[in-house]
Nanobody, 120 residues
Framework: QVRLQESGGGLVQPGGSLRLSCAAS????????WYWYRQAPGKQRELVAA???????NYADSVKGRFTISRDDAKNMVSLQMNNLKPEDTAVYFC??????????????WGQGTQVTVSS
């Protein structure tokens, strides 16, 4: 079983920055893709950013130029640097990982989420 632990959420003023981190624990043979999703009240969960094994990154149009996803495979971690935050970025942020686990299955695991609130 793989567990994901997110950290770094909180309350920040518009224009401020936060850095979210997510660490995976458990027996992992390989990590393929990392994702960050978010879900605002009354809205569907949306993909914010993705980081593939080969180094490719993708971002939602609403966060391009403001958010940066990065990964540290040695530590089984992913981070999301969020700059110039806006009130519309307020949401619960979830990390999601696509991994190879014993005895050789590819599975997806989710974190429990961390609240990000952007407000003055």
């Amino acid at each position: 079983q793989v567990r994901l632990q997110e950290s770094g959420g909180g309350l920040v003023q518009p224009g401020g920055s936060l850095r979210l981190s997510c660490a995976a624990s458990g027996t992992i043979f390989n990590i393929y893709n990392w994702y960050w999703y978010r879900q605002a009240p009354g809205k569907q969960r949306e993909l914010v950013a993705a980081h593939t094994k080969n180094g490719g990154t993708n971002y939602a149009d609403s966060v391009k130029g403001r958010f940066t996803i990065s990964r540290d495979d040695a530590k089984n971690m992913v981070s999301l640097q969020m700059n110039n935050l806006k009130p519309e970025d307020t949401a619960v942020y979830f990390c999601d990982v696509d991994v190879l686990v014993p005895p050789g299955y590819r599975k997806e695991f989710w974190g429990q989420g961390t609240q990000v609130t952007v407000s003055s």
